[in-house]
T-cell receptor, first 110, second 112 residues
Framework: AQRVTQPEKLLSVFKGAPVELKCNYS??????LFWYVQYSRQRLQLLLR??SRESIKGFTADLNKGETSFHLKKPFAQEEDSAMYYC????????????FGTGTRLQVFP | NAGVTQTPKFQVLKTGQSMTLQCAQD?????MYWYRQDPGMGLRLIYY???????DKGEVPNGYNVSRLNKREFSLRLESAAPSQTSVYFC???????????FGPGTRLTVL
């Protein structure tokens, strides 16, 4: 079954602490993985995708096919990182629907 | 460009009432989607349209209908609203070039 699992509903850290939002997936083909973010009172938007291998707003995520994971990391959290984060996947080579995880709310305290 | 727009932003219905949520995009995207967002459930796909003239069921289609009116517009209809349909509804669109979806601002619907 195709599935995205985000085990943490809420992650709370203090400003300057490292952050890791976990994402595991189950997919039969070649997946493309994404992180979407929703800041308070804003629309959902793409944060980063594994094929671009970019660092966006200090966040990085590496696709680990052996562990079927795509964890989102940032070495030093900022208050403005507080948001809802969704991991999502689709097929890398074929047109297919996005499958979303249940989301993790990140709270960064001052 | 406005991107993806949705109307209305907020709506309160009584059980059994009907309504249509409107979505439009000006990015010339082929694919459009309707999701609902519920606490602890993430985003669940209701219906999608891979191209003008086609629609398909997603994960949670019961109680909803859709119309892909033209390439720009994709509406979601609740024929007889139920309290279980209280949610935030998001429309999204996606071009052929890559798999990035662009989302609308959402419609917060309450069914009493």
């Amino acid at each position: 079954a195709q599935r995205v699992t985000q085990p943490e509903k809420l992650l709370s850290v203090f400003k300057g602490a490292p952050v890791e939002l976990k994402c595991n997936y189950s997919y039969s083909g070649s997946p493309e993985l994404f992180w979407y973010v929703q800041y308070s009172r804003q629309r959902l938007q793409l944060l980063l995708r594994h094929i671009s291998r970019e660092s966006i707003k200090g966040f990085t995520a590496d696709l680990n096919k052996g562990e079927t994971s795509f964890h989102l990391k940032k070495p030093f959290a900022q208050e403005e990182d507080s948001a809802m984060y969704y991991c999502a996947l689709t097929s890398l080579y074929n047109t297919d629907k996005l499958i979303f995880g249940t989301g993790t709310r990140l709270q960064v305290f001052p | 460009n406005a991107g993806v727009t949705q109307t209305p932003k907020f709506q309160v219905l009584k059980t059994g009432q009907s309504m249509t949520l409107q979505c439009a995009q000006d990015m010339n995207h082929n694919s459009m989607y309707w999701y609902r967002q519920d606490p602890g459930m993430g985003l669940r796909l209701i219906y999608y349209s891979a191209s003008e003239g086609t629609t398909d069921k997603g994960e949670v289609p019961n109680g909803y209908n859709v119309s892909r009116l033209n390439k720009r517009e994709f509406s979601l209809r609740l024929e007889s609203a139920a309290p279980s349909q209280t949610s935030v509804y998001f429309c999204a669109s996606e071009g052929l070039a890559d798999n990035e979806q662009f989302f609308g601002p959402g419609t917060r619907l309450t069914v009493l």
